[in-house]
């Protein structure tokens, strides 16, 4: 690529891509002062110049005129300096051009280099930027190819994210070819593409499509206060609003359920209890046990456990399928519960 053709190509890179003309070749001129040295010695003071306009290179070493040479890489006697310039007194720099054809052709092979290597940096740190802005927000991507460990690769306007098996609900089917939500968890920088942490199994992900689909929580009219997650099988959601008006779980859940069915259609099933948040412990708990109906809630002195009392009818509600329902309750409250039924308490009383 001769001078001027690789000048247009910088100034085409520079529109298009937005990388700076002059910084790729402040960058060049760097990279051949230091390859100078390496090749002539690291005595040597060079000075590397490249015409803007018409891409030359040209190779100085500067030295010191002087009376008397007593390093022959930085001084240079006067009477030689003059034939140089005229106009040089004692102790004036002087710029000497070398010819140096082979380091010349060299350098033009490693000015292309250094502009290759600045184009994939600046893509690369783009990219970085890019997603780095969606971090805590829900993106879509087209599932491209399912490894034999079950890590799905997921395509993002050609960057690849990997959506690993610990991160997928046991509710999703995976099919390549089809579209995907994920909410991203973070972006990491590496030497070629970012790393997209992404998730379909984080709680994150519930609180972005309760925004997406409900306008109230969005607009901050209902406020998200608490939310916990056994992904791919069910949630719960504590909502509440400074306006007492406002009937927050009926906003939630829409006229005739449609909010509430976009979001479980979304994550293929998945059961979701939409809590009223209370800033009474007792009954932000009782809430928080739902569907069960409870008797009464004693919150113990250290104000980190409570006792709930049910009827005996309720007791397997309240617990849930394998503890779940309470296990999620406690998550949500950030309370350790204790739950008994009537009978019980009688029996402990007596007792």
């Not at 070749?25 to 005595?43: D, P, V």
């Not at 930085?74 to 007194?89: F, H, S, Y």
């Given at each position: 690529?001769?001078?001027?053709?690789?000048?247009?190509?910088?100034?085409?890179?520079?529109?298009?891509?937005?990388?700076?003309?002059?910084?790729?070749?402040?960058?060049?001129?760097?990279?051949?002062?230091?390859?100078?040295?390496?090749?002539?010695?690291?005595?040597?003071?060079?000075?590397?110049?490249?015409?803007?306009?018409?891409?030359?290179?040209?190779?100085?070493?500067?030295?010191?005129?002087?009376?008397?040479?007593?390093?022959?890489?930085?001084?240079?006697?006067?009477?030689?300096?003059?034939?140089?310039?005229?106009?040089?007194?004692?102790?004036?720099?002087?710029?000497?051009?070398?010819?140096?054809?082979?380091?010349?052709?060299?350098?033009?092979?490693?000015?292309?280099?250094?502009?290759?290597?600045?184009?994939?940096?600046?893509?690369?740190?783009?990219?970085?930027?890019?997603?780095?802005?969606?971090?805590g927000t829900i993106i879509n991507g087209i599932i491209r190819r399912i490894d034999e460990r079950g890590n799905i690769y997921i395509d993002f306007n050609e960057v690849e994210a990997i959506l690993p098996t610990k991160e997928q609900s046991i509710l999703d089917r995976y099919i390549v070819g089809n579209r995907i939500k994920v909410y991203v968890e973070d972006v990491?920088?590496?030497?070629?593409?970012?790393?997209?942490?992404?998730?379909?199994?984080?709680?994150?992900?519930?609180?972005?499509?309760?925004?997406?689909?409900?306008?109230?929580?969005?607009?901050?009219?209902?406020?998200?206060?608490?939310?916990?997650?056994?992904?791919?099988?069910?949630?719960?959601?504590?909502?509440?609003?400074?306006?007492?008006?406002?009937?927050?779980?009926?906003?939630?859940?829409?006229?005739?359920?449609?909010?509430?069915?976009?979001?479980?259609?979304?994550?293929?099933?998945?059961?979701?209890?939409?809590?009223?948040?209370?800033?009474?412990?007792?009954?932000?708990?009782?809430?928080?046990?739902?569907?069960?109906?409870?008797?009464?809630?004693?919150?113990?002195?250290?104000?980190?456990?409570?006792?709930?009392?049910?009827?005996?009818?309720?007791?397997?509600?309240?617990?849930?399928?394998?503890?779940?329902?309470?296990?999620?309750?406690?998550?949500?409250?950030?309370?350790?519960?204790?739950?008994?039924?009537?009978?019980?308490?009688?029996?402990?009383?007596?007792?």
């Open positions: 690529m001769k001078g001027k053709a690789f000048i247009k190509a910088l100034n085409q890179l520079e529109s298009e891509k937005g990388i700076s003309k002059e910084q790729l070749l402040q960058t060049i001129e760097l990279a051949l002062f230091a390859a100078y040295k390496k090749n002539y010695g690291e005595e040597q003071n060079p000075k590397i110049e490249i015409n803007r306009k018409t891409g030359d290179i040209k190779i100085f070493t500067i030295k010191t005129a002087v009376e008397e040479v007593l390093d022959e890489n930085k001084e240079i006697l006067l009477n030689e300096a003059r034939e140089i310039d005229k106009t040089v007194n004692l102790q004036d720099e002087v710029y000497i051009e070398q010819k140096c054809n082979e380091f010349r052709r060299n350098a033009v092979q490693n000015a292309k280099q250094i502009v290759i290597q600045k184009v994939r940096e600046t893509e690369r740190d783009n990219l970085y930027n890019e997603f780095n802005k969606k971090i990491i920088k590496s030497t070629k593409f970012p790393k997209i942490i992404i998730s379909r199994k984080s709680e994150e992900l519930l609180k972005s499509v309760f925004e997406l689909e409900i306008p109230e929580i969005e607009e901050g009219t209902i406020v998200i206060k608490s939310i916990v997650r056994e992904a791919g099988s069910r949630a719960k959601v504590a909502v509440f609003s400074e306006n007492s008006e406002v009937d927050t779980i009926g906003a939630c859940i829409g006229q005739n359920g449609s909010r509430i069915k976009m979001i479980v259609e979304e994550l293929k099933g998945e059961k979701i209890d939409i809590i009223k948040w209370k800033e009474k412990k007792e009954e932000f708990i009782s809430n928080a046990l739902s569907p069960a109906k409870i008797t009464r809630v004693n919150i113990l002195e250290n104000n980190k456990e409570a006792k709930v009392i049910v009827p005996k009818e309720q007791l397997s509600l309240a617990i849930g399928k394998n503890g779940q329902n309470v296990r999620l309750a406690a998550k949500l409250t950030g309370m350790k519960i204790d739950i008994k039924t009537e009978e019980e308490v009688n029996e402990d009383v007596e007792l």
